[in-house]
């Protein structure tokens, strides 16, 4: 599902373009329970270890639930991926590009960094947007549709 470079143990940054179908209270670890609406999220995270293997342990049902974002897949799919392969920390910084564009959720996946949230909200598709954002900050990204495999840009 990733590109080819990432198959070969790329590193960067992706967000996970997520649908949650209906509005749920979830609790998630010691943030306690949030409120999700019915909508479009996107997650920012960083994969320095190796993207293929991160973005798959996210694609897995049954998992340990470590990270803020394992307790909202739960109850959301992900239909996409957008990959940013550097050897920069960069998730930082495309949370706060997103955080310009979209309603954020306090405190989600951000207890190891000073920014507000690295999760994202709106009530429609967010991939054009999310895909704009990267490119201004210089990044490549690449878009990976779960459902087709496709690829955007190819390969």
């Given at each position: 599902?990733?590109?080819?470079?990432?198959?070969?143990?790329?590193?960067?940054?992706?967000?996970?373009?997520?649908?949650?179908?209906?509005?749920?209270?979830?609790?998630?670890?010691?943030?306690?329970?949030?409120?999700?609406?019915?909508?479009?999220?996107?997650?920012?995270?960083?994969?320095l270890?190796?993207?293929?293997?991160?973005l798959?342990?996210?694609?897995?049902?049954?998992?340990?639930?470590?990270w803020?974002?394992?307790?909202?897949?739960?109850?959301?799919?992900?239909?996409?991926?957008?990959?940013?392969?550097?050897?920069?920390?960069?998730?930082?910084?495309?949370?706060?590009?997103?955080?310009?564009?979209?309603?954020?959720?306090?405190g989600?996946?951000?207890?190891?960094?000073?920014?507000?949230?690295?999760?994202?909200?709106?009530n429609?598709?967010?991939?054009?947007?999310?895909?704009?954002?990267?490119?201004?900050?210089?990044?490549?990204?690449?878009?990976?549709?779960?459902?087709?495999?496709?690829?955007?840009?190819?390969?």
């Amino acid at each position: 599902m990733c590109s080819r470079r990432a198959a070969d143990n790329a590193k960067g940054s992706y967000i996970l373009l997520i649908k949650l179908p209906e509005e749920k209270t979830i609790p998630v670890g010691r943030l306690g329970p949030i409120l999700f609406r019915r909508g479009h999220y996107a997650y920012v995270g960083s994969a320095l270890n190796g993207l293929k293997q991160r973005l798959d342990r996210h694609l897995r049902a049954e998992k340990k639930l470590h990270w803020h974002i394992d307790y909202l897949l739960q109850k959301a799919r992900i239909d996409g991926i957008v990959t940013c392969e550097t050897d920069e920390r960069t998730e930082c910084a495309i949370a706060n590009a997103l955080s310009e564009r979209f309603e954020s959720v306090p405190g989600f996946g951000s207890s190891d960094c000073r920014c507000r949230s690295h999760l994202f909200f709106s009530n429609t598709k967010m991939t054009k947007l999310v895909m704009s954002a990267v490119e201004k900050l210089g990044l490549r990204p690449t878009l990976v549709d779960i459902r087709s495999g496709e690829r955007y840009p190819p390969d």
